[in-house]
C-alpha cells in the first residue's frame, strides 16, 4: 500500500485564474468551506492552506506588511511570508507546507494537497459485540485514565503524585484512593511524551518499588520519552519503544498504534487503542497529529481542552502587557481553543467524547497571581458546545473514579453507562506536600558549582545554543520575582556566547529573564530542559522588541544535549575557567562588575 496519495482541494476555471491578482489572494471552496491562499508573482503561482502550522490559526493580511507578501495569524500573530513559505515572525521557525498547482488544458488550476496514509485502516477488524464490563474507562487524574480491555488493564500517561514543570503545576482533581495500586497492577503503560505532567517521576518512583518490570510504551520520537531516566534514579527495566504508525499486538483482541504530532515531532505522540474492532482515540497534547488525518466515527475520543498550559502571556511585562491586555487575549485564545475542539470532534465523530488533560492548578501560594489569571476552558462548557453543534455525540465529562462501560454507551443512549463515584467522595485536591518537593528544588541552591561563577561560562556552552543575534540577561530572584543580594545577574550575547559586562553597542534584539533561584539552579545542575521554568510560570519576561524568538526558545525547551553538564569535570577545571574568562564578567544586583571564577 501506498504511504501517501494526493488530492484536489480546490478547484479554479479559468475566469477565477485570470482573476487572481498580484500578490496574496485568499480563496474558499465552496464544497467543504476551507480556506486556501494563492500567492502570484511575475504569472508564478505558490499555494497553501490557509492554517498556520503553530497552532492551526487562520490567517489574514497582514497590514504591516507593504510589500504584500506576508499573512498574520488570528491566534498567536504569528507572520508567513507567503513568496518563500517561511515564517518570519518568529524567525527562523517553520517552513509552510506548499499545495501543489495543477494547470489544467481549459486555462484552470487545481490545488492538490498530499495526503499521508491512513495506518491504522492496515488489516481491519470488524467490530465485534462487547459485553457489558468487558471495556471499561475510568478516569483517575489529568491524562491518566485506566482502560480495562478484557483480561488486560492499561494506563495513560499517569501523574498521580507531586508536582508537574518543576513546583508550577499540581493536580487539580483527588485520584482515587487506590490508584497506585491500579497503576501498580497494570499489563501496559503508555506514556505519550516527556512533560511532566504525563511522565511523572515521582510517580514513576512509587510504581518502580514495586513494579520496576511493567511495560511501558513510548512512540519513537527524535527526542527519547526517558531521556532523562538514569538522572532521575528510577530503576524501570522494560520501557519500549515503538515505531510510529504500525499496530502493536498484545493479545488476540487489543492491539495500539502509536502517532507522532507533525507540528512537534520531536515529543508529542497521541495513540489509538482497538479491542475487538472497537477503537479509542487518544490525542493528548497533540497539535497536529498524523499531519491533521484521524480515525473517524472511533468508539471513544478524548483530548486536552483547557489551555493555559503556556506562560504566555501571563509572565510577560512591559509594552501591552497589561493586566487588561492579558485578559482579554487569555479569553479570546480559550473561546479559540474551545471553538477548535469542538469543530474537530464534530469533523470526526466519535460516538463518545471526553475532554480530559486539562485538570492541574498553580496551587502554591506564590503562583496566587497565576492561577488567578491564567483561566481555563471548562469541561462542561466545551461538552455542551459540542452537543449544540453535534447533537449525536455522547460527551463525558469526568470526575475521578468514574467508570464508563462502552458495551453499555454503545447499546443504547437510555442505558446508564457512565458510573460516578459515591456520594461524599472528594473530587478536588485541597493538599499538595509544597514542602517536599519545594524543598528539594531549593537544595540546588547551595551546590557547589555556583560557588564558582565560571559555572556560565561552561553551562552555556554545552547548552550549545548560537550563532544567533540575541542578548538576554539572567536575573536570579526569590518567590516574587525580586533579584537576591548577591544572586546572579548575568547577559548572555548569543552571537559569538560571550558574556559581557554590558549590552553591546549595535542593535539587537534583548529578552530579560528572571527566574526563581531554586529552580533555575535546580534546571542547571541536571541540565534540564526549560519547560520547567517557562511552562511551570518560574519565571518572568520582558523583551525588546516584542518578538518570539523560537530558535533560542525551542533549543532550551527541547534541543539540550540529553547527556548533562558534566560538573565533576568543571569543578576539576575551574582554574583554567576562570583564566579563560578574566576578560569577560557579570554584573551583580548593584551593577558592579564580578570577574568570572
Known sequence: MESQSSKTVLSLDSEAVFSLKDGINFKKSPDDGKCYIIYKENGELKACKNQCKHQGGLFIKDIEDLDGRTVRCTKHYWKLNVSTMQYVNPPDSFTQDELDVVKTDDGGLQLEEVIAWDPWSVDPQEPQELQEGEVTVTYLTHACMELQLGGKKMIFDPWLTGPAFARGWWLLHEPPADSMERLCMADLIYISHMHSDHLSYPTLKSLSATRPDVPIYVGDTSRP???????????????????????????????????????HPEMDTCIIVEYKGHMILNTVDCTRPNYGRLPHNVDLMMSDFAGGASGFPMTFSGGKYTESWKADFIKNERKKLMNYKAQLVKSLQPKIYCPF???????????????????????????????????????WTPKPGAVLDLALALMSPSRKAITDPPSGTNIYKDSWDFDLYVDELNRAITAEIFKHKSWIQFYYNWAGFKNYDLVVRVIETDEDFIPIDNGYNYLVDFMDLSFPTQRPTREHPYEEIKNRIGVMRHVVKNGLLWDDLYIGFQNRLSREPDVYHHRFWNHFQTELPVAGPDWDLFLQQVPSYQRSAEPQGIQTKSGSACTLS
Open 225 to 263: 520519552v526517558f531521556w532523562m531516566l538514569e538522572k532521575s534514579q528510577v530503576q524501570l527495566t522494560n520501557i519500549n519503544v515503538v515505531p510510529f504508525g504500525i499496530w502493536q499486538n498484545i493479545d488476540e483482541h487489543l492491539r495500539f498504534m502509536i502517532l507522532k504530532d507533525e507540528v
Open 357 to 395: 488533560a486539562g485538570y492541574f492548578v498553580e496551587a502554591h501560594p506564590s503562583d496566587r497571581y497565576i492561577k488567578e489569571t491564567n483561566t481555563k476552558n471548562k469541561a462542561e462548557e466545551l461538552n455542551a458546545l459540542i452537543k449544540k453543534s453535534a447533537p449525536g455525540i455522547t460527551t
